[in-house]
């Protein structure tokens, strides 16, 4: 799935949805940090496992 993503951006085909009133597409974002694996106060960094959804509505990908 990623592949084709980065194909699909590396084409150019990727543009923004129009919504009907031309406003921004409103994206709906959740996110929750699931574990704090390591902690490493001397490099000032950490490696953590998250899990997040991203949602929104496109109408040119309805069926007609």
Same mark, same amino acid.
């Given at each position: 799935m990623l592949l084709?993503?980065?194909a699909t951006i590396a084409q150019g085909a990727i543009t923004r949805p129009v919504t009907d009133d031309g406003q921004p597409t409103k994206i709906?974002?959740?996110g929750a940090i699931l574990d704090v694996d390591k902690i490493n106060s001397e490099e000032q960094n950490f490696t953590?496992? =998250?899990?997040?959804? =991203?949602?929104?509505?496109?109408?040119?990908l309805a069926h007609s």
């Amino acid at each position: 799935m990623l592949l084709l993503m980065l194909a699909t951006i590396a084409q150019g085909a990727i543009t923004r949805p129009v919504t009907d009133d031309g406003q921004p597409t409103k994206i709906y974002v959740v996110g929750a940090i699931l574990d704090v694996d390591k902690i490493n106060s001397e490099e000032q960094n950490f490696t953590l496992n =998250f899990y997040a959804v =991203f949602r929104w509505t496109d109408p040119s990908l309805a069926h007609s």
